[in-house]
Structures are given as C-alpha cells and as structure tokens.
Nanobody, 121 residues
C-alpha cells in the first residue's frame, strides 16, 4: 500500500508565500520523478514542476522564478516553495510520484489527495 499525503495549502494574499509538502509512505522500493500539478476552477490539471531523483527540476513557464521544487529522498518527501503568489495560482495542488514498490515491480504513478491553495488580491 502506497499513500501520498499533502500538506501546507491555505488562504494567502497576493505576494505572500506558501510551502507545500508531500510525503510518500507505505511499501516503497524506490521513487523516481516527483511532480506537482494544479487544477484551477473549471480548468484541466496541469503540471507545475517536476524533479528527478537526482534533483533536476523543471517548471511551467507561469511559475518560473517564483516557485522552487525540492525533495528529501531520505524522507520520501517533495516540497514546493511558492513565492510571490498571484491570484492565478489559485487551485488544487496535487502531488504525483513514479514509484516502484518492489525491485521486481514496474514503475507506477501515484497521486495525492490534493490541497487547496487560494490567493486573494
């Protein structure tokens, strides 16, 4: 059983910061790429940032220079530090991870439950 648990969402004003966390737990052999997605009201779910096992990040153009993704492999946790938040950053943020449960298992994508981020102007 694998579970991704997110935390850190909330209501903030434009220009403020939040840090999201997502911890993976359960039977896990290894975790490869981890990602953050967000889904704004009435829109599709889009990737915000990704990070490889080695720590190489990528970002959506809309968050470059403002967000930082990081991970702690010892804790099976990925973070998203969000700064200079804008109202358009509002949405449900989802954690996603490619996980292998055993050495013989194929890599499978898992999702967190999502955490709400609301940025007021």
């Amino acid at each position: 059983q694998v579970q991704l648990v997110e935390s850190g969402g909330g209501l903030v004003q434009a220009g403020e910061s939040l840090r999201l966390s997502c911890a993976a737990s359960g039977s896990i052999f290894s975790i490869d790429t981890m990602r953050w997605y967000r889904q704004a009201p009435g829109k599709q779910r889009d990737v915000v940032a990704t990070i490889t096992t080695g720590g190489t990040p990528t970002y959506a153009d809309s968050v470059k220079g403002r967000f930082t993704i990081s991970r702690d492999n010892a804790k099976n946790t990925v973070y998203l530090q969000m700064g200079s938040l804008k109202p358009e950053d509002t949405g449900v943020y989802y954690c996603n991870a490619d996980i292998r449960r055993t050495a013989w298992s194929s890599r499978t994508g898992y999702w967190g439950q999502g955490t709400q981020v609301t940025v007021s102007s």
